[in-house]
């Protein structure tokens, strides 16, 4: 059983900044690939950033240059810094990781509960 849990949501004015956390525990073997994804009011889910096991990191064009993933390794953990935020990207992010619970276990996508960013003034 793995579990991601988000957290670092919250509202802030345009051009603030957030860093949201994602945390998995659980039967945990090995993590390759993280990401983030979001999903505004009466829209699609979509990718925000992925990061892979040796750090390589991929942004959708909307936030590039603004948002940075990084992940901690020995903590199970993949951060999402948000800077010069815009109401746009007022939504829910769920974090997503493929997860490994075992030596002979294929990796699974498992994701977070989401954690709620509103960018307003």
């Known amino acids: 059983q793995v579990r991601l849990v988000e957290s670092g949501g919250g509202l802030v004015q345009p051009g603030g900044s957030l860093r949201l956390s994602c945390v998995a525990s659980?039967?945990?073997?090995?993590?390759?690939?993280m990401g983030w994804y979001r999903q505004a009011p009466g829209k699609q889910r979509e990718l925000v950033t992925t990061i892979t096991g040796d750090g390589t990191s991929n942004y959708a064009d909307s936030v590039k240059g603004r948002f940075t993933i990084s992940r901690d390794n020995a903590q199970n953990t993949v951060y999402l810094q948000m800077n010069s935020l815009k109401p746009e990207d007022t939504a829910v992010y769920y974090c997503n990781a493929a997860v490994s619970t075992g030596y002979f276990h294929t990796p699974r996508d498992y994701w977070g509960q989401g954690t709620q960013v509103t960018v307003s003034s």
């Open positions: 659980g039967r945990i073997f090995s993590i390759g690939a």
